[in-house]
């Protein structure tokens, strides 16, 4: 990976800064976006010294706030040359009802809006790196995920905050389906992948024989080597529009895969973000 430059959002912690490590690794350039910059500082130095790679670098965005994202990306079209993977990793799972500073649902904002935003404003120099790969962490939960239009133009509290969750990751399946469709003939192919149940090695003892444990949790370190073979693997270069279980080309919920209602979601998702007439197409 020598020459070739990997943004990851969500890179400073988890899963996110494991993958970032097993990609500096190949010799990439890394930029990692997160909001915190002291996380942030920690992840590069923890990168460098386990890698010997220097060439990593941190940019600051909030993903739920629009004009922070439109910062962040004029920023990297004007001083990188190329972007050959975009990982979308970034993403949070709260158990209160909490509004974005757009007075959006903050998970949907973080996990899907400000994603989608940034994918747009990114993908010129993506095509213009083409080959090159989009990634979205998803999650096997987008399986109980849905969308009503109502919800996605009208802020409604939820019964069960945590279910924003899954709605949001059901939204980016619906979004990564929609962009592969539309970046088929551009060489730039569309991926999500769920890494498995992750959880840091010290949150593991539950009181679980040994080998269960092993088989059902995952450590982020672990997780991270699924997402890296969507990023790196040679034999996938051409695959696009799929959903992984890990390694495993999988089934996604049928659900996802309504190019009509897709698109819908794709028009809601600009307005809501404000993608302009001036804005790279897609
Ligand atoms: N853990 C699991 O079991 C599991 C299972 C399936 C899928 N996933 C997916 O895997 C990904 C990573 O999960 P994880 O558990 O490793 O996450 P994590 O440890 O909680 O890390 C979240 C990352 O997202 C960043 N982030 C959060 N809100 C942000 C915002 N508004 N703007 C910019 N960056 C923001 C954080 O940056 P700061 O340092 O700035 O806070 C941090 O780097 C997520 O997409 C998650 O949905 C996880």
Redesign the pocket.
Known sequence: MNNKTVLI?????????ETAKLLAATGARIII????LE??EKACEEIVLTTNNSNIALRL????DFKSVREFADKIVSTEFRLDVLIH?????LDKNMLAPNGFDLTMA??TM?PFLLTHLLVDLLKRSAPSRIVY????THFYGKITFDELNNYIPSKWPQYN?FNS?FANMCIANELARRLEQLNVTVNSV??????PEKFKSVPLPAFIRKKIFKT?EE?AVFIANIALNEELLNVTGQYFNKFKKSHMSIRTMHEEKNEEIWEILKIQTGVSGFDPRM
């Open positions: 959002t969500g890179g400073s912690k988890g899963i996110g800064k976006a997160c909001r915190n996380n942030g965005v909030d993903l739920s990793c970034a993403a949070i799972l973080t996990n400000g962490m998803t999650s096997s969750y990751k769920h890494p498995g149940i992750v959880i982020p997780g």
